[in-house]
């Protein structure tokens, strides 16, 4: 996978490293996003169907097996740019923890918070987050405490509330309103946000991916095969072969009460018309079936 920059992988890590967070416009291409757009069908609920899925929570839609689907977001998940990031960043052993393609509706409140922990507890081990932005961003932009890797572990709690925030460190807050294809990358120690908006018509799109040094666990790899060109050892050990992947895939909160009602309706429609019309006439045809069978057999 070859990006749209050229980035010098030096330069990204000391920016990560003495600005919390490195960021670029335009990382991806037009072709590229139009890729991933269309790979993942955003966002039909096909419930019941043989197929990787979004999951619809109260506040957007999540494809966290993006990449067993999307053939682009294989690639950018396993492209030397992130793999080579890491191995500077780190300089240890490190492992992929969990992607999403995602879109978050309007009105939806992310309170501040580090991507520190796993199942709501942190984590000491180190991290890092990449984000991709798949549509232009102009509102309900990612939002970043400057140098707030270093002080965010005294907040024992990974979510911090907004008045602490605007009292202590508003000055440091940095907006990314940035284009299509834009990259932001930051330490997981890092306090951030998706500033709230309401526009009822508009949504916000990103690709999500975390990574950190706990090799033990992480969420499930599922990858289509057609996909990989070429898989070395590093590139096993960063999906995880052969290791526990016992995390929940993320958003684990979502049931037939998170749906929208257009979807709720959706499934009542579907299943009216099942009960009245397609299973009456599949069991039908199949008692015919049964039929013939019988009679062929007794003949
Ligand atoms: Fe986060």
Not at 72 to 82: G, N, R, T, W
Not at 85 to 102: D, G, I, N, P, Q
Not at 123 to 131: A, M, N, S, T, V
Not at 255 to 269: M, P, Q, R, V
Request: proline share 3%; with cysteine; glycine share 4%.
């Amino acid at each position: 996978m070859k990006f749209n920059k050229n980035l010098d992988i030096d330069e990204v890590v000391k920016s990560i490293k003495k600005n919390t967070f490195f960021s670029e416009q335009r990382v991806l291409s037009k072709e590229d996003l139009r890729d991933i757009h269309k790979e993942l069908d955003l966002w039909n609920l096909n419930l019941n169907k043989n197929q990787i899925n979004p999951t619809k929570t109260f506040n957007g839609w999540y494809h966290s097996m993006a990449m067993a689907r999307s053939k682009k977001v294989y690639e950018i998940l396993a492209s030397d740019f992130i793999l080579n990031t890491c191995e500077k960043y780190f300089k240890k052993s490190f492992r992929l923890k969990a992607h999403r393609v995602y879109s978050v509706t309007s009105g939806a409140r992310m309170p501040w918070h580090s991507d520190d922990k796993s199942s709501d507890k942190k984590h000491d081990y180190e991290g890092l987050i990449f984000i991709f932005y798949l549509k232009d961003v102009s509102k309900g932009q990612f939002q970043i405490i400057k140098d707030s890797e270093n002080f965010s572990k005294k907040f024992p709690d990974a979510k911090i509330e907004e008045r602490i925030i605007d009292k202590n460190y508003k000055d440091q807050i940095i907006d990314f309103i940035m284009p299509e294809g834009s990259m932001v990358i930051y330490n997981d120690k890092a306090i951030h946000r998706a500033k709230p908006y309401f526009d009822p018509f508009w949504y916000r799109t990103s690709l999500f991916i975390q990574v950190d040094t706990n090799i033990d666990n992480g969420e499930k790899t599922i990858i289509n095969p057609s996909f990989v060109k070429n898989i070395d050892q590093k590139k096993l050990d960063y999906f995880g072969f052969g290791k526990n992947s016992d995390l929940p895939h993320e958003p684990v909160i979502s049931g037939y009460h998170t749906l929208d009602y257009k979807d709720l309706f959706k499934i009542i429609f579907n299943s009216v018309l099942s009960i009245l019309i397609l299973k009456p006439y599949y069991l039908l045809r199949r008692s015919f079936i049964l039929k013939n069978i019988i009679k062929k057999l007794f003949r």
